[in-house]
């Protein structure tokens, strides 16, 4: 009956969470006060007993120094004699301010008249002060200290001697004659040091030192009030030897509340949030209750949905026992699949109806599925029909045991796959059959997708003309556009960038780096796929050109070759029959003059003019012969040759001449640099020029020659500069290298070192430039064939 009762308390609150959440708000408001009362009482308690101890404190200090004040006023007063004189006052004042350092000064007032003080310094001013002629203030503090018979302290006042003080005066009567005061005088700051008054020693308290002026009837308060205490938690004494007040105030008279509020917002904020909970748990405990009824009736249907799907699914479905391997339930798909009955598959073993060459590989896999190191594995894999046909199977085999607990039964579940092995053959032998004719091709078969910069499929032809494997190129971004020529590379990307936004069919070519740094120039055809629904896709061809583009290179070689050879040729028989031509007119002219000569001497002298215009035909005809042999040779033997050393080579060869015209010859030109070049041209062309600028130099200055190479946009260039007469390129410019030019009217210019030195440098693949002017010099710069 009780458990009843229990359990409909229980079901009550659960299905009322919100009211049972308030309940229990309540519950808990109500002791959140109650602690909050108590801890409010508990820190007004503390803070009382506090302040309590503080001024206790205080008044114990006062007291011992007020107390302190008279014995010294009192031994200072049995000095007096009954006579009224004072005997040793000096010895016995030194050794009562030597015991007590807080004592400002020590005086006997005889009849309201300062005559004697301790010590003297610092107190000059009170000496013969009549305290009834002072201020009324203290005319009365003095009379009560008389009336009392008392001694009674004056202030805190401001001193004669300065800075702020009391001054306790002792009344002393002889034969019940009034004699005179007995005084001490302490300053205020130390009266306050000695008493523990300090506010900066307390944070929340403050300390306050007052004193009913006698004339006025106010409270005259001598501390710094920074705070107002008429409202605040204070405890205050009286010291009648003064008529002091001594106040002691709490300065933060909310920090009580403070600390409730903060321990009551918390506690609220514990309530609210407890309740919160509650009602939240309650909820979702209902919810839960709620929850485990429809799963509790769910799984009743599920079983029974399971099994109809179990029985009916479109797929085979077995529970086998993982130990034994025994099939333990089947569904019908599954004895369709194989062609057995549900009893006897029920009788055989799983591994019976798998095909024999597979169960090696399905034994690894299960092994680990026992072992924990799978939760499961799928495989295609073939079985055994009862009329003994391969049957292939998609099978997923799942454990029904937790991780952690011992292997029980397992679920295999098996598609018939097949229809779909069998059309897999043949669209792979068929793919097999159009690779190996795309790779018949003689050229790469290629396709790419050019968001990506992904080829996605390539023959084995690559390997055969660039070296790399289909494997190194697929799947690489930018494998392709990367090994294209670094001189090719923009252009190529311009190309096919405009090319594919065009979405036309193009072809081009450009060159490749193969795998093992060779050049294979490629022409490549390509076609742009744009089919609906697939993205843009290219596919081409790559042919191997090289053989055509270096026998075209070949073939435009020797067409320019001839060309220049024609050239040269056509120039040469330009000088020939010029040449020869002025040299046979002369020798006919002589020859006729020599058959009209009248006398032998005449005779003679034609003789020796024919033997000279012999001579200078034989000299034309030797110099022809060399333009012949440099224009004519093709293939001219070129070598590495240090540049510095035939420099040197040629200024020891001319050095009579350097030493016989004085000249100063600089050669700047780097031991390390080499030319590929002929070396009896580049003798020749080092000797005609540097020996000319010695020929040509200026007559009113030595020779200076400077040498020096450098590089001029990636070539090669050798410059020599001297100071000689110069020559006036406006006039002579066009014929600067031309044969038998002379421009300085020298006796020994023959006009054909220049022409010789022109072709044996073009002959070389360079060039020369010259730069002068009439005076200041020349400057010939020789430019060397670049090596690709």
Not at 192 to 216: C, L, P, W
Not at 221 to 229: A, I, R, T, V, W
Not at 369 to 398: C, H, M, P, S
Not at 568 to 592: C, D, M, T, W
């Amino acid at each position: 009956m009780t458990e009843k009762k229990s359990s409909r308390l229980s079901d009550w609150f659960l299905s009322r969470p919100q009211t049972t959440g308030f309940l229990f708000f309540l519950f808990l408001l109500c002791l959140i006060m109650l602690i909050v009362t108590q801890r409010y009482q508990i820190f007004e308690e503390n803070r009382e007993r506090e302040i309590t101890t503080v001024i206790n404190n205080v008044e114990q200090n006062i007291e011992q120094t007020l107390s302190n004040g008279y014995n010294v006023a009192l031994t200072l007063a049995l000095t007096v004699d009954n006579n009224g004189v004072p005997q040793n006052f000096e010895k016995v004042a030194e050794q009562l301010m030597r015991s007590n350092p807080e004592l400002k000064a020590v005086q006997l007032v005889p009849h309201g008249v300062i005559k004697y003080v301790y010590p003297i310094k610092g107190n000059e001013k009170v000496i013969n002060l009549d305290l009834y002629k002072s201020p009324k203030r203290t005319i009365l503090e003095a009379e009560k200290a008389i009336q009392t018979k008392k001694m009674y302290y004056q202030g805190p006042v401001e001193l004669t001697q300065g800075g702020m003080g009391v001054v306790g005066r002792l009344p002393l009567f002889i034969n019940n004659k009034f004699w005179g005061f007995s005084a001490i005088v302490i300053k205020l700051e130390t009266l306050f040091k000695t008493a523990g008054i300090d506010n900066k020693k307390y944070e929340n308290f403050r300390f306050q030192f007052s004193k009913v002026n006698k004339i006025t009837h106010k409270e005259e308060f001598f501390l710094p009030q920074q705070h107002s205490f008429k409202n605040a938690l204070s405890k205050s004494i009286v010291f009648p030897d003064g008529d002091w007040k001594v106040y002691v105030v709490s300065t933060n008279p909310n920090s009580t509340w403070l600390t409730i509020l903060a321990s009551l917002i918390f506690g609220l904020s514990l309530i609210g949030l407890s309740s919160y909970l509650l009602t939240i748990l309650l909820s979702k405990q209902g919810k839960l209750k709620r929850l485990v009824h429809d799963q509790a009736t769910q799984l009743i249907d599920t079983e029974s949905k399971f099994k109809k799907i179990f029985d009916h699914a479109a797929i085979g479905i077995a529970r086998i026992d993982s130990k034994s391997g025994a099939i333990l339930e089947v569904n019908q798909y599954l004895c369709h699949f194989l062609g057995y009955s549900a009893e006897e598959l029920m009788q055989k073993k799983i591994k019976s109806v798998i095909y024999p060459d597979d169960l090696e590989e399905d034994q690894l896999l299960f092994k680990r599925l026992l072992a924990g190191e799978i939760r499961g594995f799928d495989q295609e894999k073939r079985y055994l029909g009862k009329d003994g046909q391969v049957i292939w199977g998609n099978v997923i085999i799942t454990p029904l045991w937790n991780e952690g607990e011992a292997p029980s039964n397992h679920i295999v579940i098996v598609e018939d796959i097949t229809k779909r092995k069998a059309e897999q053959e043949i669209l792979i032998a068929s793919q097999k059959r159009i690779e190996s004719l795309i790779n018949t091709i003689d050229g790469i078969v290629w396709e790419a997708n050019p968001s990506e910069n992904i080829c996605t499929f390539i023959s084995n032809k690559v390997y055969d003309i660039l070296g790399y494997t289909p494997k190194q190129w697929m799947g690489v971004p930018k494998f392709w556009f990367s090994h294209i020529h670094p001189d090719d590379q923009e252009r190529v990307k311009q190309h096919t960038t405009k090319a594919t936004a065009q979405k036309r069919q193009h072809d081009f070519e450009y060159r490749m780096i193969a795998n093992d740094g060779s050049i294979v120039w490629i022409r490549d055809i390509v076609t742009v796929i744009n089919e609906v629904g697939q993205p843009l896709r290219l596919r081409g061809i790559m042919i191997d050109i090289t053989s055509h583009v270096l026998a075209t290179e070949a073939l435009n070689k020797s067409f320019n070759l001839v060309t220049e050879q024609n050239k040269r040729l056509l120039n040469f028989s330009y000088i020939v029959s010029h040449n020869l031509r002025s040299h046979s007119g002369n020798i006919q002219g002589i020859s006729e003059l020599i058959e009209n000569a009248k006398t032998i001497e005449e005779r003679d002298e034609m003789i020796q003019l024919l033997k000279k215009v012999a001579g200078n035909l034989n000299e034309t005809l030797l110099n022809l012969n060399n333009i012949v042999n440099i224009q004519t040779s093709i293939d001219i033997v070129v070598e590495p040759l240090n540049l510095a050393h035939y420099v040197n080579r040629t200024l020891s060869t001319l050095n009579a001449q350097i030493l016989s015209r004085g000249a100063t010859i600089t050669n700047n030109v780097a031991p390390e640099i080499e030319v590929e070049y002929n070396r009896a041209y580049l003798e020749s062309i080092l000797l005609n020029f540097v020996s000319n600028a010695l020929r040509y130099s200026h007559p009113e200055r030595k020779p200076v020659i400077v040498l020096t190479c450098f590089e001029e946009k990636g070539q090669l260039v050798l410059k020599i500069s001297d100071n000689g007469i110069g020559i006036d390129l406006k006039k002579h410019g066009e014929n600067m290298f031309g044969i038998y030019q002379t421009f300085n009217g020298n006796a020994d210019a023959r006009g054909f070192g220049l022409f010789i030195t022109k072709n044996q440098i073009e002959a070389m693949g360079g060039k020369v430039d010259v730069e002068s002017s009439i005076g200041h010099g020349t400057t010939f710069k020789i430019y060397f064939k670049i090596e690709k």
